[in-house]
């Protein structure tokens, strides 16, 4: 399994939501800004106002899940921010890949090369 490096303090995502760019829609914002790392690094953030702490974890899970397994489409060298929205809740991992998928497009970090994989290996 490979590691997912993750934004992990608030100066860390401070500076992605300050020079990053957004996009939004029913059920995430991304923002998404570059880094020189030649790496990807993924924040995750799941407000209160979404629901409990079992509700907030269960979307965490399934954003990491999505990335997870579209990592290999993404351009590298960026540092990406997800946000859940309120109406995230209660949808399922299909709900959760279209939306990113929708999002990475709009950002233009989907590697056109990368042929889709259906296979989960």
Not at 41 to 64: C, F, M
Not at 68 to 79: C, V
Not at 87 to 107: I, R, T
Request: hydrophobic content about 35%; overall charge positive.
């Amino acid at each position: 399994m490979k590691h997912i490096f993750s934004l992990k303090n608030s100066l860390e995502f401070g500076n992605v939501y300050k020079r990053g760019k957004s996009y939004a829609n029913k059920y995430l914002v991304m923002y998404i800004t570059d880094n020189d790392l030649g790496i990807n690094r993924l924040g995750i953030s799941v407000s209160k106002k979404v629901g409990n702490s079992v509700v907030r974890h269960r979307i965490t899970r399934l954003i990491r899940e999505v990335y997870r397994l579209q990592e290999s489409r993404l351009i590298k060298g960026k540092d990406i921010v997800v946000v859940a929205r309120v109406n995230s809740k209660g949808h399922s991992y299909w709900d959760m890949e279209s939306a990113f998928l929708h999002l990475a497009k709009l950002h233009h970090i989907l590697d056109s090369s990368e042929e889709y994989r259906t296979d989960l290996s």
